[in-house]
């Protein structure tokens, strides 16, 4: 079960994605491998990382709809095999979704495709 958040590397750009899609154990590594055990795939924990919080440092990809948005394409090209994703936001990422959120962007985009 893949734990995804846009820092591995930051998904902020079209390589960032793919690295996070097809890399070493990216998320593309994992859907192949519950599928090849007769299994559902699951994504426990995913979301945004602003840069300089706790858990990341400076290499976050911040307040990113478009991974957000990227995130939402994958589970919806492979909902036959998805049992379940959680998004994460909290202080310790950086900022929670919603009102007054340090991510309005990501916010927004996560209110309208989810």
């Given amino acids: 079960l893949p734990i995804c958040y846009d820092i591995w590397p930051p998904a902020t750009t079209s390589a960032g994605w793919n690295t996070q899609l097809n890399g070493t154990q990216g998320l593309m590594y994992w859907l192949n491998f519950a599928e090849a ?16 919080t706790v858990v990341s440092g ?3 990809g911040g307040d990113d709809p478009a ?8 589970f919806r090209a492979h909902s036959a095999i998805l049992s379940w994703e959680s ?15 340090q991510m309005p962007k990501a916010s927004a985009a996560y209110q309208a495709g989810f």
Avoid at 67 to 74: A, C, I, S, T
Avoid at 88 to 101: D, H, K, R, V
């Fill in 58 to 60: 400076s290499n976050a």
């Fill in 37 to 52: 055990h007769g299994k559902r795939f699951a994504v426990p924990e995913w979301g945004n990382v602003m840069p300089g």
């Fill in 87 to 101: 998004n994460f936001q909290s202080p310790s990422t950086g900022a929670a979704y919603g009102s007054g959120s």
């Fill in 67 to 74: 991974y957000v948005n990227d995130m939402l394409g994958f």
